[in-house]
């Protein structure tokens, strides 16, 4: 046998499996699809959103994974807050870090869930807002299923919070 037929052989089997190996998830992939699955079984969706620009960025903001839960058919008369966490503490702000975005503000119940659960939320959210398309945070994804099921349990009460205002 020749030499050339093993080497052109070799390389012919390389040319089929090394791009199938390229397709498998690397492992920080695959958390973040444990993630997005565990975050599904707590009632929760994923999608990505463009993070809101704020008046201090030079550059507009990219993608963010957000986990979100839909909107009840009550909630498609909220009008849409949103609150971002900012680079700097201010009197000015509603909690530390975090202001509104726009000039919508929530009832006074969902402001009280949120003084409960911002000192809690990792610095890995970006975002939280509620109003017609639902109640969604804005997540980095850093962390584990217990930063998830704090996820999970704050939109929970800031949803239920808002349902509870709009049944009064």
Do not use: C
């Not at 009550?74 to 609150?83: D, E, F, G, R, S």
């Not at 509620?130 to 009460?157: C, P, V």
């Amino acid at each position: 046998m020749n030499i050339w037929f093993f080497v052109i052989l070799i390389l012919a089997i390389s040319l089929v499996l090394g791009p199938i190996a390229m397709l498998r998830p690397n492992p920080a992939q695959k958390r973040k699809e444990a993630l997005r699955q565990y975050a599904t079984k707590l009632g929760l969706r994923f999608t990505l959103r463009k993070l809101p620009k704020l008046k201090t960025d030079m550059e507009d903001p990219g993608m963010s994974p957000v986990y979100y839960l839909t909107p009840t058919a009550a909630m498609q008369v909220l009008p849409t807050w949103i609150l971002v966490r900012t680079q700097y503490e201010h009197e000015g702000n509603f909690y530390r870090e975090w202001d509104w975005y726009n000039e919508i503000r929530p009832n006074q119940a969902v402001r009280a869930k949120l003084m409960d659960y911002l000192p809690k939320l990792p610095g890995s959210i970006a975002v939280i807002t509620q109003g017609e398309a639902g109640t969604a945070l804005f997540w980095g994804e850093k962390g584990d299923k217990d930063i998830l099921d704090l996820i999970a349990s704050a939109l929970n009460d800031l949803q239920a919070a808002a349902i509870a205002d709009l049944s009064v």
